[in-house]
């Protein structure tokens, strides 16, 4: 008699679909991760281009962003603020 | 038919585990209730420990039985395979 194994091949159907749900969360997470680095990316490229950045380091951008950043952000105008 | 997010695509597949485990659950249940009645009633026994007595004793039995037809299988298997 062939053995059965009900229970077994259910626990292998709930792996894999485990698995399964594992790899669409994955492969969702890589893709925002690659969305939000492309993002950045354009982020400095627009920064370089509009402030002209191209000769200063990181530390020093950082700099002139601290000396802006609470200029901007009490005067940029609603539609470009965050919502809560 | 527009694709769904990967999180709502998530939740689906959670929610075909529940029930797939519900299933595993219910069907655990009724086996070892019933496995356990159809021993009681056919090997006349009431007694729990005896019972095991009992199964332990036949243990060795029962796995030879699976692992010879499970062998008779396979050679079966391999003779039509040589045809």
């Known amino acids: 008699m062939d053995k059965k194994r ?29 969305k939000r680095a492309h993002r950045l990316i354009q982020t400095g490229a627009l920064a370089e281009k509009y402030f002209e ?11 002139l962003f601290k ?16 919502k809560e | 038919m527009a ?8 939740q689906e ?12 659950r219910k069907y655990i249940e009724r086996a070892q209730r019933e496995i356990g009645q159809y021993l009681m009633e056919t090997w006349d026994i009431e007694d729990i420990e005896q ?12 796995k030879k039985y699976f692992d010879s037809s ?3 299988e396979e050679s079966n298997g391999q003779k039509t395979s040589d045809q």
């Open chain 1, 6 to 34: 009900p229970i077994s091949d259910l626990q292998k159907r709930i792996e894999q679909l485990e698995e399964r749900k594992r790899q669409i969360l994955r492969l969702a997470k890589e893709r925002e991760r690659k």
């Open chain 1, 53 to 63: 950045l191209e000769h200063l380091t990181i530390p020093e951008r950082e700099e």
């Open chain 1, 67 to 82: 000396i802006f950043a609470n200029y901007i952000n009490e005067k940029k105008p609603d539609k470009f603020k965050k």
């Open chain 2, 3 to 10: 694709r769904k997010d990967p999180l709502s695509r998530a």
């Open chain 2, 13 to 24: 597949i959670e929610e075909q585990i529940k029930k797939l485990q519900e299933k595993q």
């Open chain 2, 51 to 62: 019972a095991k007595l009992l199964i332990d004793k036949f243990k060795e039995e029962a």
């Open chain 2, 70 to 72: 499970q062998n008779t």
